[in-house]
């Protein structure tokens, strides 16, 4: 699979976990971040480090990188949330937001631990941008002392889980250090039948607990969720994600083509924008979630249908014009020395 579906694809389960009782929403998240650890690793080597003061233009670049979208989506969830109700009163009446809530709703930050934050898929975004502000100390830890890096994000994420669960960044380090791990240790990358065994293994665990009477509970929560399923889902996805991680990393050896891309752009304006539908319709119309399994699936298809729409207009009209920009001011940050050194050679000839 080239790399580009991937992202899609985990998107997709995203959608389908909060659409349906299909219990597969943190596992994608975890291989997002395994994904941006080998991503960032590379792009700091290759383009960041040679450019003026790098860490701030790759902190410019990253903030430059989620914000258009993020600011969209989350701009769009406060007229449905705060806007809205006061032309047309819900017959689900919102929760009043945290003040958190509110600034994490323009700034990102603390968006992970905000209570009543309306576009909750972004706690994930928190979790990302936090990982941006660390990465390029942790790359240069990983350069010069690999061993002492790993040991002390996996204290330091260890530590963070018993005091914090996964209220915290620091919780989620392994996963962003097992793709800088593969980046820094190309070795590493899994070759294609252990990329294959890992993703078919991935499956049949999913199948397994589908099929199964007893496993099921662990695997479908819905609207009631059961104590089995409070307390084992959240291993499973992590155990599902630790079992897909060579066939998430095996993707990076794929060339990637012109539609690929497209896709692996529209997987993150997917990732945000499908919550909009979701939370105008749990709002406004309550009763769809009464309805019988068919026909809930028939009156969901709409909200589906326009988000996949909505993440591809995104992606072309707003995403990819601001990422050119982007991509244009990173490289007016590059210091080189040959232009210099151009510039003073013509000047002697010219005299």
Same mark, same amino acid.
């Not at 985990?10 to 909060?18: I, K, S």
């Not at 009782?21 to 291989?31: A, D, K, R, T």
């Given at each position: 699979?080239?790399?580009?579906?991937?992202?899609?694809?985990?998107?997709?389960?995203?959608?389908?976990?909060?659409?349906?009782?299909?219990?597969?929403?943190?596992?994608?998240?975890?291989?997002?971040?395994?994904?941006?650890?080998?991503?960032?690793?590379?792009?700091?080597? /290759?383009?960041?480090?040679?450019?003026?003061?790098?860490?701030?233009?790759?902190?410019?670049?990253?903030?430059?990188?989620?914000?258009?979208?993020?600011?969209?989506?989350?701009? =769009?969830?406060?007229?449905?949330?705060?806007a809205l109700p006061l032309v047309i009163a819900p017959a689900l009446p919102f929760a009043p937001p945290?003040?958190?809530?509110?600034?994490? #709703?323009?700034?990102?930050?603390?968006?992970?631990?905000?209570?009543?934050?309306? !576009?909750?898929?972004?706690? =994930?975004?928190?979790?990302?941008?936090?990982?941006?502000?660390?990465?390029?100390?942790?790359?240069?830890? !990983?350069?010069?002392?690999?061993?002492?890096?790993?040991?002390?994000?996996?204290?330091?994420?260890?530590?963070?889980?018993?005091?914090?669960?996964?209220?915290?960044?620091? #919780?989620?380090?392994?996963?962003?250090?097992?793709?800088?791990?593969?980046?820094?240790?190309?070795?590493?990358?899994?070759?294609?039948?252990?990329?294959?065994?890992?993703?078919?293994?991935?499956?049949?665990?999913?199948?397994?607990?589908?099929?199964?009477?007893?496993?099921?509970?662990?695997?479908?929560?819905?609207?009631?969720?059961?104590?089995?399923?409070?307390?084992?889902?959240?291993?499973?996805?992590?155990?599902?994600?630790?079992?897909?991680?060579?066939?998430?990393?095996?993707?990076? =050896?794929?060339?990637?083509? /012109?539609?690929?891309?497209?896709? =692996?752009d529209a997987s993150y304006s997917l990732y945000l924008v499908h919550w909009l539908p979701l939370l105008?319709?749990?709002?406004?119309?309550?009763?769809?979630?009464?309805?019988?399994?068919?026909?809930?699936?028939?009156?969901?298809?709409?909200?589906?249908?326009?988000?996949?729409?909505?993440?591809?207009?995104?992606?072309?009209?707003?995403?990819?014009?601001?990422?050119?920009?982007?991509?244009?001011?990173?490289?007016?940050?590059?210091?080189?020395?040959?232009?210099?050194?151009?510039?003073?050679?013509?000047?002697?000839?010219?005299?």
């Amino acid at each position: 699979m080239a790399p580009g579906a991937l992202r899609f694809l985990l998107a997709t389960l995203v959608v389908v976990f909060h659409y349906t009782s299909f219990g597969i929403g943190h596992m994608p998240v975890y291989l997002f971040f395994a994904l941006s650890g080998y991503w960032v690793f590379t792009m700091w080597q /290759k383009k960041y480090a040679a450019t003026r003061e790098p860490y701030a233009t790759f902190m410019i670049s990253r903030t430059w990188r989620l914000a258009p979208v993020f600011l969209l989506c989350s701009l =769009s969830a406060m007229a449905i949330s705060f806007a809205l109700p006061l032309v047309i009163a819900p017959a689900l009446p919102f929760a009043p937001p945290d003040p958190l809530a509110l600034i994490s #709703s323009f700034v990102l930050l603390g968006y992970n631990t905000a209570a009543g934050a309306p !576009l909750v898929p972004a706690w =994930s975004l928190d979790i990302e941008f936090q990982f941006y502000l660390v990465a390029p100390f942790v790359i240069a830890l !990983l350069q010069r002392r690999a061993l002492l890096a790993v040991l002390l994000c996996a204290g330091v994420s260890v530590a963070s889980f018993a005091v914090f669960y996964d209220r915290a960044s620091t #919780s989620y380090l392994p996963w962003f250090l097992a793709g800088m791990l593969a980046a820094r240790y190309p070795a590493l990358l899994p070759r294609p039948r252990v990329a294959q065994a890992s993703g078919l293994l991935t499956l049949g665990v999913v199948v397994l607990f589908a099929c199964v009477p007893a496993l099921r509970p662990a695997l479908f929560g819905g609207a009631h969720r059961g104590e089995i399923y409070m307390t084992w889902n959240p291993l499973l996805n992590a155990a599902l994600a630790a079992v897909a991680l060579p066939f998430a990393l095996g993707t990076l =050896s794929v060339r990637s083509g /012109k539609f690929d891309r497209l896709l =692996s752009d529209a997987s993150y304006s997917l990732y945000l924008v499908h919550w909009l539908p979701l939370l105008y319709v749990s709002h406004y119309l309550p009763q769809i979630a009464a309805l019988p399994h068919f026909s809930r699936a028939l009156a969901t298809m709409p909200q589906v249908l326009l988000s996949y729409a909505a993440a591809f207009a995104i992606t072309v009209y707003v995403d990819r014009p601001c990422s050119r920009v982007r991509e244009r001011f990173v490289k007016t940050r590059h210091a080189t020395h040959e232009q210099p050194a151009a510039a003073t050679l013509a000047t002697r000839s010219v005299r």
